[in-house]
């Protein structure tokens, strides 16, 4: 419940954050990270606690000599909550509320704090609410322990049967948003097809919380989708059709950020908005060139797109922030040994440096097969003489003497497929094709 609670009080809550520096290199976490993390969650930081161990307490996580340096600081900053920066077992968690007497949040918990406040979609609040609710079902004991502590046969049957009253009510509230979940992934499933259909291919772009994806995605298409320098300032997936120089239509798509260590759930909550990632022609792996921990963030971010299946989809990193760099570079495109394939492109979406060169090598993995055709457009038909000049390039134009319009042009192969049909041409006709 303390999740919910958290939400319908949004004031600037008092945070203690502990970080415990492990020996083990897996378990480690970024104490950066946690700083963002509270700062995209809205909580002012009071102080930081931090130890040295080779493995969790199991009862406390820190041990209960830390336990107690942490009840100290609660009550010394006057602390609304404790957040760790490691998850923590449903046991670990109430035995340190108990005992600091505030509630306690560990990184799971605030990332679903975080997703809660930023969900904007109906499909982004389901499969938050799904998440949380899930969460929620292995923490369910904590609210009905005084019962439990009463002692005899008669205090604690209704306890009991309250628990399983909430354990019920969550289930089927869990089963209802899975339901409406599986709806709308198949919505998706159709909207997908239907891309395939028309042979439009699809770039997603993927890639660390707070690598600049909102960014660049509002640069290439103009959509307007929320971006803040913060993790986790977007969420919800968002689809835009982009002209790709020589190579005509392409659908982007704007995915959720990955982080460390994301927690499964997450990652199964949101599958129906990965999904896009799995399904994509390319992968656009979005890099911030600046960050210290660009190579470790970039191996989490392979692991989650292998854990979403999309291992086989080919990938061009972009390398973003250039501008941010201690020394300057310029916009810079590497290529393979091959002398034809883009591997990587150094950017600045916020400058707008490089963008371009990134566009064409986009372009090269859909270049394929080119058409010179020759068009006569009817003379009533305005709108689709508009459209004309948003496809391919004109080559030349000109007007027959009864005022239809006469075009050549160069069509890609999926522009020449989809007007080649239209009612409104006169005369449709292939001169040369060739490949690129």
Known sequence: MELFDRLERRDLERAVLVHVDFYQ?????????????????????CTLITTKRSYPDA???????????????VTLHEADVVIFNH???????RNLSDFLGVQVLDRVGLILDIFAQRARSHEGKLQVELALLK??????????????RQGGIGARGPGETQLETDRRLVQGRIKQLESKIEKVRKQRDLSRRSRQKSEMPTVTIVGYTNAGKSTLFNYLTSAGVYAEDRLFATLDSTLRKVRLPGAGEVIFADTVGFIRHIPHDLVTAFRSTLEETREASLLIHLIDASDEHRDEKMADVQDVIQEVGAQDVPQLQIFNKIDALETPMEPKVDWAEDGVTPIRVWISAQQGLG???????????FKGRFYTVSLVLDVA?????????????ILQEGFDEQGNSLFTMSLTEQEWQSLKTWPELLKAEVIESAAQ
């Open 135 to 148: 969460r929620m079902s292995t923490r369910l004991v904590r609210g009905w322990s005084h019962l439990d």
């Open 25 to 45: 290199e897996a378990d480690r976490e970024e104490l950066d990270e946690l700083y963002e993390l509270v700062d995209s969650a809205g909580a002012a930081i």
């Open 59 to 73: 009862k406390y996580f820190i041990g209960k000599g830390k336990a107690e340096e942490i009840k100290d600081a």
């Open 355 to 365: 963008v371009e060169l990134m566009m064409d090598a986009v372009a090269s993995f």
């Open 87 to 93: 998850a923590l077992s449903p046991a670990q968690e």
């Open 381 to 393: 038909a305005g709108k689709k003489r508009a459209q004309l000049y948003q496809l391919g390039t």
